[in-house]
């Protein structure tokens, strides 16, 4: 009895963290625009410097040698050029996924800064919405049969019996 109740309410939580998905990554998507927006300028800024000095981006980044500061001011701008491509295709992805299609493409809400500022703003909410539902569902679900294995696997050495006939 004891077991059940703790393997529902492992369901319980499993459905509340879950429910809150949808507008979790609603929120990370708000924020990745925001950082692909600023990037944006850091990169247009760079390359108008470079165009300005008859230069490409490469032949720019080129010429950022020499020194260690330069050398480490490259490094920093290839840095800022591969984040702002990899962001800016996540955002284009989630931006046209729905709540299940960003579950799907979960892979692509993990930079550390944009979660970190997303989690700050995020306000935990009871999801009135089908998406909300379907993933308050699967939580449960989920939570009910994590724990219940845990439950069962940690109860194990206490509730085996002896098979073995007694000797009088």
Not at 56 to 74: I, Y
Not at 92 to 118: E, K, Q, S, W
Not at 132 to 158: D, E, K, N, Y
Request: net charge positive; hydrophobic share 50%; charged share 20%.
């Amino acid at each position: 009895m004891i077991l059940r109740v703790l393997a529902l309410i492992g369901g319980l939580l499993g459905g509340a963290s879950a429910s809150q998905f949808p507008e979790f990554s609603q929120q990370y998507t708000q924020r990745l625009g925001g950082a692909v927006d600023a990037l944006a300028e850091v990169v247009a800024d760079f390359d108008a410097s470079a165009t300005a000095a008859g230069l490409s981006r490469a032949e720019a980044l080129a010429q950022m040698q020499g020194t260690p500061f330069l050398e480490r001011r490259r490094a920093d701008m290839t840095r800022t050029f591969q984040r702002y491509d990899t962001l800016r295709t996540d955002l284009r992805v989630l931006n046209d996924a729905g709540p299940f299609m960003r579950a799907y493409h979960g892979a692509r809400m993990t930079d550390a800064d944009v979660a970190r500022a997303a989690m700050q703003a995020y306000q935990p909410a009871l999801p009135l919405n089908f998406a909300g539902a379907v993933f308050a569902a699967t939580g449960f679900f989920a939570g009910l049969i994590v724990t219940s294995i845990l439950l069962r696997v940690l109860a194990w050495p206490f509730s085996r019996r002896s098979r073995r006939p007694r000797r009088a």
